[in-house]
T-cell receptor, first 113, second 109 residues
Framework: DGGITQSPKYLFRKEGQNVTLSCEQN?????MYWYRQDPGQGLRLIYY???????QKGDIAEGYSVSREKKESFPLTVTSAQKNPTAFYLC????????????FGPGTRLTVL | GQNIDQPTEMTATEGAIVQINCTYQ??????LFWYQQHAGEAPTFLSY??LDGLEEKGRFSSFLSRSKGYSYLLLKELQMKDSASYLC??????????WGAGTKLIIKP
């Protein structure tokens, strides 16, 4: 089955630690995205990538980093510089043919203690 | 700036009909999506409009007026499982998706 996987579903970290969230897709999509969602709010774009070895900052990139070494993978690192990292993180992917429906992974809920 | 407006919360009764509105102001327009998101889960695709008019898909319909920068999602024969947030998103001239904050729909028996 084609889809997007994110792991883990729940993640707990101590303040000051970096943490990496994984995102893998087998949909052969060129574009991948990372969003953050806080309770009762919409999706905010952190980073996106449209091609391997290239990525762009979204609206709230500060305190985050990404890499895109393979088409299928787009991991997100939440660094200690992110002031309020506790949130629900969603990864998505899409094609680049104009109709860019985004398909989402199940999300990772990160709690920083 | 780019902006998408939706009501924050709506309440409806099981079996009834509800209309969720979305207005947008974006730099260009290349389509509008509606997604459903249950609490703690990922958004799932509901509909896509790029031309003016109504798209019907079972109990759900979506309408678009590009001249008015307006869309609505119509849900008929409401079921308890329709309790969720409904997200409106617009593709701008750079083919980036601009997301609304979502409308939380509460269904009462």
């Amino acid at each position: 089955d084609g889809g997007i996987t994110q792991s883990p579903k729940y993640l707990f970290r101590k303040e000051g630690q970096n943490v990496t969230l994984s995102c893998e897709q087998n949909l052969n999509h060129d574009a991948m995205y990372w969003y953050r969602q806080d309770p009762g709010q919409g999706l905010r774009l952190i980073y996106y990538s449209q091609i391997v070895n290239d990525f762009q900052k979204g609206d709230i990139a500060e305190g985050y980093s990404v890499s895109r070494e393979k088409k299928e993978s787009f991991p997100l690192t939440v660094t200690s510089a992110q002031k309020n990292p506790t949130a629900f993180y969603l990864c998505a992917s899409s094609g680049l043919d104009g109709y860019n429906e985004q398909f989402f992974g199940p999300g990772t809920r990160l709690t920083v203690l | 700036g780019q902006n998408i407006d939706q009501p924050t919360e709506m309440t409806a009764t099981e079996g009834a009909i509800v209309q969720i509105n979305c207005t947008y102001q974006t730099s260009g327009f290349n389509g509008l999506f509606w997604y459903q998101q249950h609490a703690g889960e990922a958004p799932t695709f509901l509909s896509y409009n790029v031309l003016d008019g109504l798209e019907e898909k079972g109990r759900f319909s979506s309408f678009l007026s590009r001249s008015k920068g307006y869309s609505y999602l119509l849900l008929k024969e409401l079921q308890m499982k329709d309790s969720a947030s409904y997200l409106c998103a617009v593709t701008d001239s750079n083919y980036q998706l601009i997301w609304g904050a979502g409308t939380k729909l509460i269904i009462k028996p």
